[in-house]
């Protein structure tokens, strides 16, 4: 199977009502909270696969893993001795006034310096077969098990599909979260923390315990004691936690040091986090690294720490807090596409061309008044995919998450997360936009 016959991959791999009706049964959600209301919605799968060709993966594995550890390197930097600021790679006051700063993680070093461990990089491909990166989430990425279930229970529905043609086996994801959890202890037992199953990655959170082996833990059965982290047994002991995989944001962690009205954090738990005595993945403190506006200097993060050209490209992206870059956006308004910094999800983002002309000067004078708030990019035409629609295939926009675990070393897991667009005049495909997702299919060297 070569780069040239990829494209035989339109048919559907086994029967989409039966595996949707099995992700139904297995309670495959995805919720979201809108106007303080949580609605929890099925997460649509498609059975026409993405398939990318061992040389194309390739490729974005070397680029993704020196981004990575670029990023790595940026955190230590900026929560230490702050060198790419002093050498006036990156201004100052983009750093401090970045809600992703936390001056609570300023001087703490993580056990062997890693602070993303779980890195999910969204790129899409554009009609010309270049690749680019999106956006980098580098807090509490998810979306990894979707896949996962999607292609355990296509091996069900279809087993033929996975003996006939060379795909790379995506099961190793739990074998790689593990040994990167296990990297990142601190001389315990290893659990993840859920804020509960109203949180939008429920099943993410159960599922991923399950199957490495760790403890499925809510901050009620937490507590800190002489700086270390202990899990409350249903004898009435304790046992020590030695790595904690959060699936809340910072600002809930632990009512001591941030929220004081949280109430799923675990309070002194930064206390035993600065100690050394638990390990946190992904580290507070990251979202000063996955900021919006910071994604604009991760070519330049490449060429600072590690003397080497990036692999992968940024998408065409402006600054309207520098003149010059405000010149532009200022006069292209109309053909970009236009993203707040603080917003995730799809939320925040506007494209130019979908504003009336009092609707785009109203927009043009938010961003003058608040430049570090936004940024603007080029409209990428990124390659739709095929997808099944009322028994009728389509074609509509697509990206993927691939995700990139740092322990040891740094390794991109063989598969992903692509996500689609179900309106066919949108290019936003979050899950909580109303998009779905699709398997990812990585071809054996050499096939």
Known sequence: MT??????????????????????????????????????????FDPI????????????????????????????DIYHDKKIVKDGIIPENFIYISKGYLAQCEGITPKNRIYSHISGIDLVQAKDGEWYILEDNLRIPSGASYPLIARELTRIAAPDAFSENEIIDNRNYAKLLKETMDYANCDGISAILTPGRYNAAYFEHSYLAEHTGSVL?????????????????????????????????????????????????????????????????????????????????????????????????????????????????????????????AEAGGYGVVFGSDLTMEKLEEF?????????????????????????????????????????????????????????????DSF??????GGGFKDTWVLKTGT
């Open 364 to 424: 043009r004078q938010t961003i003058i008044a608040e430049p570090r708030r936004f940024i603007a990019q080029e409209v990428i035409d990124f390659l739709d995919l095929p997808i099944l629609d009322n028994g009728e295939t389509v074609m509509r926009k697509a990206d993927l998450r691939a995700f990139v675990l740092s322990g040891e070393t740094t390794k991109v897991w063989a598969s992903g997360l692509t996500r689609f667009s179900r309106n066919p």
């Open 3 to 44: 780069q040239q016959n990829i494209e035989q991959f339109t048919k559907p791999i086994g029967n989409a009502n039966e595996i949707n009706e099995l992700l139904r049964r297995y309670g495959v959600k995805f919720g979201i909270y809108k106007n303080g209301v949580f609605n929890e919605q099925f997460f649509p």
């Open 428 to 433: 936003v495909v979050n899950s909580s936009q």
């Open 217 to 341: 833990v809510q901050n009620d059965e937490l507590f800190v004691e002489d700086n270390i982290l202990y899990h409350r047994t249903y004898s009435g002991g304790k046992t020590r936690i030695g790595v904690l995989y959060r699936r809340i944001g910072d600002e809930y962690l632990d009512p001591l040091n941030f929220l004081p009205e949280s109430l799923i954090g675990i309070p002194n738990l930064m206390e035993a986090y600065r100690s050394g005595n638990v390990g946190i993945i992904n580290a507070p403190g990251n979202g000063v690294a996955d900021d919006k506006g910071i994604y604009y200097f991760v070519p330049k993060m490449i060429k600072y720490y590690l003397s080497e050209e990036p692999i992968l490209k940024n998408a065409p992206t402006y600054l309207p807090f520098y003149e010059e870059d405000m010149k532009y956006v200022m006069d292209n308004l109309g053909k970009l596409v236009i993203k707040d910094v």
């Open 49 to 76: 696969p993405r398939v990318i060709s061992s040389e194309d993966f390739k490729s974005i594995e070397k680029g993704l893993v020196q981004r990575v550890n670029a990023l790595n390197e940026f955190l230590f």
